[in-house]
């Protein structure tokens, strides 16, 4: 297995200008305040009237209260997730909430159906936050990680509606953390990554082409007794639903647009928003995917920096994919870390601190602009990571 010096240490010396140190501050208690004012004024968890609000956590409890009632199939159909979701917050609401994850997402959503729904949203939320704090800690290796985590803008999109990108960014993050060291941990990391099968297509090409074989054996491992787990808890039946729902799922989502195209952060999703046909987004995305994958395998085939490494794959796993919110822009966070660990053992780079401003401003403008500046910000991230890689080789043959 390929290894790489210093991609396991830690860095005691790690520090931050005191600006910045302040800035971040400012932006935790900005996360904060912004929460708390939310629920006040009745836009988060209740609404003014005392009543829940229809977000997208309202989609994975209902699917756990028809797994618990014997029906776990039926979360594919979707108008019987409908009513289960108007039932689950106690009145109805426009538009609906599909079910689109695999069976074996139903073991996180059936444990959180067996609580109450505002209770179970908390705790969704309350479980998986620290998790992603830890692995944005794990890439720092010092204890400014927790600042610097809970001060990045994009927490605030996943925790108002309680979505699942704080545990992608820590499966993903952990999975970072302890491939070196530890790659049976790293692999069922991975594993559990599965339930979000398009931000893990990158992941076994990568593996084999560093030469991480334990760590693709126990992914490879994890993810087979998670499927086989999910056929005996939910049954066969269920599998067959989720494969006949997917292409009715891309159709809807990819073809018909159902969620607004602004809100899809990939170049799919710009091409789109901009009135380009599905073919003209399908050849763009297609064309971006295949330079982000050959780049990212010459990158894992030869003597990068770990680091550069790992914010490389993370960033191209956000740009290969078509179908990408703002929520699973907090793994964005695992790259910049990746960075800023690289400035505390060679140097910052000239503008490279403002650059990471202005992408973590994109992601804050989100609610106030109608465009995917998600991808905007995670385009900056990539040429960071770009410069940094053509750099290294270029001083070194220069010496």
């Known amino acids: 297995m390929a290894t790489n010096a210093g991609s396991s240490g830690r860095l005691p010396g790690f520090q931050l200008t005191r600006p910045v140190e302040l800035i971040c501050f400012a932006l935790c208690v900005a996360n904060a305040v912004y929460l708390a004012a939310s629920f006040v004024q009745g836009s988060w968890l209740i609404d003014p009237n005392g009543q829940p609000i229809a977000t997208d956590f309202v989609n994975v409890w209902s699917a756990g209260r028809q797994a618990l009632d014997g029906a776990p199939q039926a979360v594919y159909d ?40 505002i209770p179970a ?27 610097l985590a809970c001060a990045y803008p994009g927490i605030v999109a996943n925790a108002m509606v309680a979505q699942n990108g704080f545990a992608t960014a820590a499966l993903l993050g952990g999975a970072l953390v302890y491939l070196e060291r530890s790659p049976v941990l790293a692999g069922c990391l991975i594993g559990l990554l599965s339930f979000k099968p398009h931000l893990g297509v990158l992941l076994p090409f990568v593996l084999i082409a560093g030469g991480y074989w334990r760590v693709l054996v126990a992914a490879t491992v994890m993810t087979a007794l998670l499927f086989a787990a999910s056929w005996w808890a939910f049954g066969g039946a269920t599998w067959e639903a989720f494969l006949h729902a997917l292409p009715v799922a891309s159709q809807a989502s990819l073809t018909e647009g159902r969620a607004d195209w602004a809100k899809l952060q990939s170049a799919f999703g710009l091409v789109r928003m901009m009135g380009g046909a599905e073919s003209l987004a399908w050849a763009v995305q297609i064309a971006l995917a295949a330079v982000v994958a050959i780049l990212l395998l010459v990158m894992w085939r030869g003597k990068t920096a770990f680091e550069l490494k790992a914010a490389a794959l993370v960033t191209g ?5 078509p179908y990408i919110f703002l929520y699973d822009l907090v793994a964005l966070a695992i790259p910049i870390a990746f960075l800023l660990r690289m400035q505390a053992s060679t140097g910052e780079r000239s503008g490279e601190m403002l650059a990471l401003a202005g992408a973590c401003l994109l992601i804050a403008v989100f609610p106030f602009v109608k465009a995917p500046v998600g ?8 040429l960071l990571v770009a410069r940094r890689a053509y750099d290294r080789p270029v001083r070194a043959a220069a010496r």
């Not at 949203?121 to 600042?147: D, E, K, M, N, S």
């Not at 796993?317 to 994919?321: K, N, P």
Request: no cysteine; hydrophobic share 60%; charged share 10%.
């Open 317 to 321: 796993t956000l740009l290969i994919t």
């Open 78 to 117: 979707v108008a019987a997730h409908k009513a289960a979701e108007d039932a689950a917050l106690g009145h109805g609401f426009a538009g609906d909430y599909p079910w689109i994850y695999p069976p074996t997402f139903l073991f996180v959503a059936f444990g959180l159906a067996l609580l109450p729904y």
């Open 375 to 382: 991808l905007a910000a995670v385009l900056v991230v990539a």
């Open 121 to 147: 949203q908390l705790i969704w939320i309350g479980l998986t936050f620290p998790a992603y704090v830890a692995a944005i800690r794990g890439i720092i290796g010092h204890r400014i990680g927790l600042l």
